[in-house]
């Protein structure tokens, strides 16, 4: 027979058991009202009419590929511009920097990985905009680029403190290995250290960018807020809109019920699914079965 | 003649340990010479200092002076690159890079940028051979280095290090982790090996020490205690820890 606990700990389990399923609960309802408030757009809307070009729901038009675009084209200039950057910092300061400069760029990124989006989307406008505006000589500052700026200085900081951990975390012997054999600081870094801690980098590449795929508020300020199909080669030079942005700043004035409530919607599940892909990507490479040769070096 | 020059050469640890104190001891070349001594007294250390391969470890102050073949190993203008190169070392436990058999061998020729096929191919199988390793591994060379026994391995990396083709060995208790029957191929190899190398070897039992020295130095507790030609330490030591110790009374 199973030997019943002390009355406080029972108390305590069954603590931990309610809020563990309430949250579940919770996250299941906020499902269930996005589905059913986005759902309807599908019949109110054909599919052929929203997967048009041409946002504005004032006049019936609810094409939402100029948004998908611009949200991925601008999350995609963020991952250029994140992954060497934060890979390139994560190296550094785990293979590269003293002891007493990793002292303090340590803390340094941890307290950027927490900055609010919306002081970086402030510090874009006062600074990343006008000067990208003078420095390439643009119309306006306000572009799919200064999104990605920014988006990078978002996921920058997660990509370094997790790499950098990974880096860390490779043992110093396969260091000390590959130097015996005559390979220089540098060749290590490539050959060993790097390959060696390649699930962790690849799961800080996937926070950091999973991070800035949801982000709304730095995006919304400095874009543009233009929800115009960015096809030409200059996209990346003009201002475009994300799916975040729409979301955030048409929500407010649309009519509860509406068609274009309910596209809102449909926008926020179609966001939700991308980062249910991304966040089961992570998972996958996190938990996956390591093989043999790999269960055997760690 | 020596190749290796230690003289004066003291060594703290940042936890204050004195892993060595005032070394003076030459090597001579083409020779196997034999450090030994019960656990701590410094022989690893010795061999990662004349390798300058204490760099990540917590050493704090290092004195004296090591010179390899008329290099000086802490002079911060050497070129560490080629003092590897020059000086070749097996750790103690064995560590296989996070790559497949022959990339493990052909990594240290690759960075020093030889790309020929054939060349690597033909130092992939020789050096498997020198190392008593190449039967066991001839068919699945393209598999991870470190999926070998822990014996293996420890061959592995003797190859990876005979494939530099280096002026000295340093192999630190290289068949700690084999049978008896590798154990006597290993030393068999090593007695054809010292006529290209010079070989310093730290045992892993005085019985292999005798067995294997034309030069022997007793360590203990990072001091250097006596040094002698030949089987000279074994049959007639000088040193009454030194005679405790060969005669297997501790360590
Ligand atoms: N990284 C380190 N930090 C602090 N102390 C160390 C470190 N490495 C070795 N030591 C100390 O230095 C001394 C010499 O150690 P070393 O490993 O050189 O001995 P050894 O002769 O190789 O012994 P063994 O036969 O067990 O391999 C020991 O007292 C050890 O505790
Ligand atoms: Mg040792």
Redesign the interface.
């Known amino acids: 027979m199973k030997e019943q606990a002390p009355l406080p700990e029972r108390i305590i389990t069954r603590g931990i058991q309610a809020a563990g399923y309430s949250s579940i609960l919770f996250v299941l309802l906020i499902l269930y009202f996005l589905i059913s408030e986005g759902a309807p757009a599908v019949f109110e809307v054909p599919l052929k009419d929203l997967l048009t070009v041409r946002w504005y729901p004032i006049e019936a038009y609810f094409g939402i590929l100029p948004l998908l675009l611009g949200s991925l084209i601008v999350t995609l200039g963020a991952a250029l511009i994140a992954i060497p950057a934060g890979v390139g910092t994560a190296v550094f300061i785990s293979e590269v920097a003293p002891g007493w400069m990793k002292e303090i760029l340590k803390p340094l990124v941890e307290v950027l990985a927490g900055f609010p989006s919306v002081m970086l989307g402030f510090l874009g406008i006062l600074i990343v905009s006008p000067g990208l505006r003078q420095a390439l000589r643009l119309p306006t500052g306000l572009t799919a680029l200064t999104g990605s700026l920014l988006l990078a200085g978002i996921a920058i900081p997660t990509i370094v403190s997790i790499a950098e951990d990974a880096l860390n975390n490779v043992?110093?012997?396969?260091?000390?290995?590959?130097?015996?054999?005559?390979?220089?600081r540098w060749?290590t870094i490539w050959?060993?250290t790097l390959?060696?801690a390649r699930s962790g980098v690849l799961m800080a590449v996937i926070l950091g960018v999973g991070r800035s795929i949801g982000e709304t508020m730095a995006v919304m300020m400095v874009t543009g807020n233009a929800p115009v199909m960015p096809l030409k080669w200059n996209a990346l030079f003009s201002p475009i809109r994300t799916m975040t942005a729409t979301i955030a700043s048409e929500m407010g004035e649309v009519a509860t019920g509406s068609t274009h409530y309910h596209v809102l919607f449909l926008i926020g599940i179609i966001l939700f699914l991308i980062s249910l892909a991304v966040n089961i990507t992570a998972t996958m490479i996190v938990f996956r079965r390591p093989k043999?040769?790999e269960r055997?070096?760690s | 003649m020596d190749i290796i020059l230690i003289t004066g050469f003291s060594l703290s640890y940042a936890d204050g340990t004195e892993g060595l104190k005032n070394i003076t001891l030459g090597i001579p070349a083409n020779q196997i010479t034999v450090m030994l001594g019960p656990a701590g007294g410094g022989k690893s250390t010795l061999m990662r200092a004349i390798?300058r391969?204490n760099d990540?470890?917590d050493v704090i102050s290092m004195t004296g002076s090591i010179i390899v073949d008329g290099l000086d190993v802490n002079d911060p203008k050497t070129n560490?690159?080629?003092l590897?190169?020059k000086v070749?070392?097996v750790?103690a436990?064995p560590?296989?890079?996070?790559?497949s058999i022959r990339q493990n061998i052909t990594?240290?020729l690759e960075?020093?940028g030889i790309t020929d096929k054939n060349r690597l191919e033909a130092v992939v199988e020789q050096t498997l051979k020198d190392a008593v390793l190449w039967d066991e591994v001839k068919d699945r060379l393209d598999?991870?280095g470190?999926?070998l026994s822990g014996g293996q391995q420890q061959r592995l990396?003797l190859a990876?290090?005979l494939?530099?083709d280096p002026r000295v060995i340093l192999l630190d208790e290289p068949t700690s982790g084999l049978d008896p029957i590798s154990t006597a191929k290993i030393e068999d190899s090593l007695q054809l090996l010292k006529k290209r190398y010079t070989i310093v070897l730290a045992p892993h039992s005085v019985q292999q020490a005798s067995r294997t020295a034309d030069f022997a130095a007793f360590f203990l507790q990072g001091e250097l205690i006596e040094t002698a030609r030949g089987k000279d330490l074994f049959t007639m030591p000088k040193d009454k820890r030194t005679q405790d110790y060969v005669e297997g009374r501790f360590g």
Do not use: K
Not at chain 1, 171 to 181: F, I, L, Q, T
Not at chain 2, 95 to 99: A, F
């Open positions: 043992p110093r012997a396969y260091r000390e290995a590959s130097w015996a054999v005559g390979a220089t060749q050959g060993v390959p060696a043999r040769s055997i070096l | 390798n391969l990540l470890a560490l690159v080629e590897r190169r070749g070392m750790f436990r560590v296989p890079l996070p790559l990594y240290g960075v020093a598999s991870p470190v999926a990396c990876r290090t494939a530099l």
